[in-house]
């Protein structure tokens, strides 16, 4: 990811892996079979919709076998994972935050999967020079670029990253109305998220940035239930919650499930899915 995500975003609920740690202790101590991406996609995958939304994600940008595929803001690196073990691309999973880097490390090793996913621990906006440049053919940043108020800088780095012609799908949340003081409070402290543009300034900064055949797919009507289904299941299961992390993170991840939740329900908050490419 990059420094830029927000000032509390080691605070924020979802990424204290204590959590992760702790649902993941029973496949962990498996013996057996080696894990898959399938056994950790209820764990892993810390954006909407699962591997439903990478499926898609593939399905638009037409990628094939072999393929050279950037995640910005890679999070515990189940996107990664999935996309090498399913589709036979080559990942590069770029997270800057230690304990999700470190951890999505051990579970690539784990599914067996080192020679197809490559972590890096990396501020997204330093991703430069020759080793960096147009080496991608595809990039995807999925509930990430949110974190992320330098638009202009983090884009410009996007489009360089992309061969000629390379094609990105960024899954994000937007801003459908001008926001309340209340909205932009829990954006900042619960979900880190300190910068949130509506769809004309979202769409100006890609088109300044290089990129072309921007498609705009609102997904709220799909994320809004999705995220009220979320924070009701972990409402409803609260006493097993706490028993199994305790009372404070049990409490955090409560506030912030059912944050996420009213923010889409109000109406201000919504869901995007853009896909594009570079000349």
Not at 102 to 122: I, K, Q, W
Request: proline share 5%; aromatic share 8%.
């Amino acid at each position: 990811m990059t420094e830029q995500r927000g000032s509390r975003i080691d605070d924020m609920a979802l990424y204290d892996l204590q959590h992760v740690r702790n649902a993941l202790t029973p496949l962990l101590n498996r013996p057996g079979r080696p894990l898959t991406p399938g056994d950790l996609e209820p764990y892993d995958q810390l954006h909407y919709l699962g591997q439903r939304a990478l499926d898609h994600a593939v399905e638009r940008l037409c990628v094939k076998p072999g393929a050279e595929v950037v995640d910005i803001g890679a999070g515990l690196g189940g996107p990664a994972r999935y996309l090498a073990d399913r589709y036979g691309c080559r990942v590069t999973a770029v997270e800057l935050q230690p304990e999700l880097h470190e951890l999505s490390e051990e579970l690539t090793a784990l599914c067996g999967l080192d020679d197809r996913v490559r972590a890096v621990r990396a501020d997204a906006l330093t991703l430069g020079g020759a080793e960096w440049s147009q080496r991608y053919d595809h990039l995807v940043s999925l509930l990430a670029i949110l974190h992320i108020p330098r638009r202009e800088a983090l884009f410009g780095v996007c489009r360089d990253l992309l061969r000629p012609q390379g094609t990105f799908c960024i899954e994000d949340f937007y801003a459908r109305r001008p926001l309340t003081d209340g909205e932009r409070s829990d954006l900042a402290g619960l979900v880190a998220c300190p910068y949130l543009p509506e769809e004309a300034r979202y769409r100006d900064d890609l088109t300044r940035a290089g990129f072309t055949d921007v498609v705009w797919t609102d997904v709220t009507d799909l994320w809004t239930p999705w995220v009220r289904d979320r924070a009701e299941a972990f409402r409803g299961g609260y006493e097993e919650r706490v028993r199994l992390h305790g009372e404070p993170l049990a409490g955090r991840l409560l506030r912030f499930y059912g944050a996420v939740s009213a923010l889409f329900a109000g109406g201000g908050v919504g869901g995007v899915r853009i896909t594009g490419r570079r000349d």
